[in-house]
């Protein structure tokens, strides 16, 4: 049919640039990169007692997202604001990803018949390597506070090393499958952030674009409740990934930083032990 529309989830490539593809969702991540760049030297150019609308915005985001990390991390400030700038940057750029689409006459432009820009977060590979930047940020730096712990927290070797009878065998077996589980759930991780993030986005184009092709009556009026729909949606799906980002960052350090600290109380209490 004249009027189908052509639905593909790899973007279309627009050049090769030294045998790198450059594709549309590439160059579209590229603009939103530099829109955050004129957003953030806006914003600190204009910062006033008395806030503009600009300063406003940036003020409510950074709070609220400083307020989630503080309560995440027990009240402990100097980490809430150590991954403040990861949070908001990751909020930030996905949800103008989510949106740039919708912009006026980014649609319109065209080259060789390929739409020149796409949301990024609708190609799966930018939201796997935001989720990978998330896990990786985790799991680096619970190493880099105890890579015994954060080992053990996977491998329970130490279930192995206590047993002494043969009923203990049930509980040391028991806890190697938990820690395999564990593995399997941080991977799990990986792939549920990515697969939310790129289904929403990508259904809600296709979405747009199937109601707009079928007919010249429903391509201007009948898209606009699916493009306010899709805002909204692009929102909370920027919201849903900043937030479980540093629920999972901070529950990684919080498990590993307690462990530290359980292993420092049982080697104060049998240094006592050994005194008396």
Do not use: C
């Not at 004129?38 to 915005?57: E, S």
């Not at 985001?61 to 100097?78: E, I, S, T, W």
């Not at 792939?191 to 707009?212: K, P, T, Y």
């Amino acid at each position: 049919m004249e009027n189908t529309p052509n639905i593909a989830v790899a973007p279309e490539v627009l050049m090769n640039i030294a045998g790198v593809d450059v594709t549309s969702s590439m160059l579209t991540a590229v603009f939103v990169t530099l829109v955050l760049f004129g957003f953030v030297f806006y914003v600190r150019a204009k910062l006033k007692i008395v806030p503009g609308n600009a300063q406003i915005v940036a003020e409510g985001v950074v709070g609220f997202f400083y307020d989630q990390l503080l309560q995440a991390y027990g009240g402990d400030a100097k980490k809430a604001k150590r991954y403040l700038g990861l949070i908001v940057s990751l909020f930030l750029f996905i949800f103008i990803s989510n949106q740039f689409t919708i912009i006026p006459l980014t649609q319109s432009i065209v080259a060789d018949g390929v739409n020149v820009f796409r949301a990024p977060t609708s190609h799966f590979s930018l939201t796997l390597a935001l989720a990978i930047i998330t896990f990786l940020v985790s799991n680096v730096i619970a190493i880099s506070m105890s890579p015994a712990k954060w080992a053990g927290n996977f491998i329970k070797i130490g279930s192995i090393l206590k047993i002494r009878k043969p009923a203990d065998v049930g509980q040391a077996l028991l806890d190697i499958f938990l820690g395999l589980l564990d593995i399997v759930g941080e991977l799990a991780k990986v792939i549920s952030l990515s697969a939310r993030l790129f289904g929403n986005i990508f259904a809600g184009e296709v979405m747009v674009v199937v109601i707009a092709s079928l007919s010249v009556f429903t391509r201007y009026i009948v898209p606009v409740p699916f493009y306010l729909l899709g805002l909204l949606s692009g929102l909370i799906q920027a919201l849903v990934f900043a937030v479980l980002s540093l629920s999972f960052i901070a529950g990684m350090h919080n498990t590993i930083e307690e462990a530290v600290e359980q292993g420092k109380e049982e080697k104060s209490k049998k240094k006592e032990a050994l005194a008396t």
